[in-house]
């Protein structure tokens, strides 16, 4: 028998807007009881250190030299410390005593034919300061094993999907700063990275209009996409099996002879259609959206029929991702499968994660 947890996930994602913390008691299998969610947002220096830390590490042979760095301690000393404090809030604020955290961390580096990853934040110091058992490497026995390390967040949405399998939905798709989607078809779970999600809005939104992203999709809206421009990327999109896509797979560059209003709305265009494209090449009929990308309704206007915000399922598609964290640390500890052949590549149905205990 499983034993249940009341456990911490969290999560932070390559577009280091922030934190993400869930708590939930669960068993990592039939049971998961999402209690109390939180964030805390990067301030823009924080956010501008990280990104140059990750653009600036390639290799493992990068990675070790600055590692070396006064600059790379400070960094990861104020991650560490505001995933600490911001547990602490969440803690104070729950009447649940916590027993285990799944701890992510920030990817700097991910590289799955060297089987090599690497996330930011010191999981000794958590465990001690918070005197509770963390679970983290949630990706080595994956890649050590053939898979690519990733998604990890698809053993959860086959939870998700199952405690609403009689909604008749299909799929669960998490746009971020990737596409991913995680899919059940002949009683097995697939999952793969499905191209772009929010990553070029972005990018696109900083540079030509000088904000973090476009708000509910409102720029988008306003003009009609590039439709040649739009299809003639999707024409040469390739869908791969367990594909894995990291920021720098994609660049703005060949959009750069639009107008940035058009621009912008033929990033959204993209974005949705090449989501509708793989859910037509898969025969999936009705899916979830889950992430940031939900609450842009250029993007959701186009999937209009096939997809639903997931919040409307009383799941919050803030925190899906460190929900799953949660989640998979108990399946860590009760050394359940965290990742399977059709998600990741891996030659069998893995466990993953080391603990810090206390």
């Avoid at 920021?247 to 033929?266: C, M, P, W």
């Amino acid at each position: 028998m499983s034993k249940t947890f009341n456990s911490i996930g969290t999560m932070s994602g390559t577009s280091f807007d922030g934190i993400d913390v869930s708590l939930a008691t669960t068993d990592g299998k039939d049971i998961f009881n999402n209690h109390l969610n939180l964030y805390e947002q990067f301030n823009d220096e924080l956010r501008c250190n990280l990104k140059k830390l990750k653009n600036s590490i390639k290799n493992p042979e990068d990675l070790i030299k600055i590692k070396k760095k006064k600059l790379f301690t400070q960094i990861e000393d104020k991650i560490t410390n505001l995933h600490i404090k911001l547990i602490k809030e969440l803690i104070l604020k729950s009447e649940n005593e916590v027993n285990l955290i799944g701890f992510h961390g920030i990817t700097l580096l991910h590289d799955a034919k060297k089987q090599f990853t690497y996330q930011l934040g010191n999981t000794e110091k958590l465990s001690k300061e918070l005197k509770i058992p963390v679970v983290y490497n949630f990706r080595q026995n994956d890649l050590k094993h053939g898979g690519q390390g990733a998604p990890l967040a698809p053993i959860f949405h086959q939870f998700i999907l199952q405690q609403l399998k009689n909604k008749n939905l299909d799929a669960v798709v998490n746009i971020g700063g990737i596409s991913n989607i995680s899919y059940i078809q002949n009683d097995k779970l697939f999952a793969t990275d499905v191209g772009p999600g929010n990553c070029l809005l972005d990018e696109w939104s900083k540079l030509f209009f000088n904000i973090d992203y476009d708000k509910d999709g409102e720029k988008s809206l306003t003009f009609k996409p590039d439709l040649i421009v739009a299809n003639n990327y999707i024409d040469r999109f390739s869908f791969g099996k367990n594909t894995s896509y990291d920021f720098n797979d994609f660049s703005i560059s060949e959009f750069r002879s639009l107008e940035k209003d058009v621009g912008l709305a033929t990033l959204s265009y993209i974005t949705a259609n090449l989501i509708l494209t793989f859910l037509n090449e898969k025969k999936i009929n009705k899916v979830l959206i889950s992430g940031g990308g939900r609450k842009n309704k250029a993007i959701m206007n186009y999937l209009k029929g096939r997809a639903y915000d997931i919040d409307e399922f009383n799941y919050d598609g803030d925190f899906i991702e460190s929900q799953a964290f949660a989640y998979l640390a108990a399946r860590s500890e009760n050394k359940l499968p965290i990742t399977l052949p059709e998600t990741t590549g891996v030659s069998n149905p893995m466990s993953g994660g080391d603990v810090k205990k206390v």
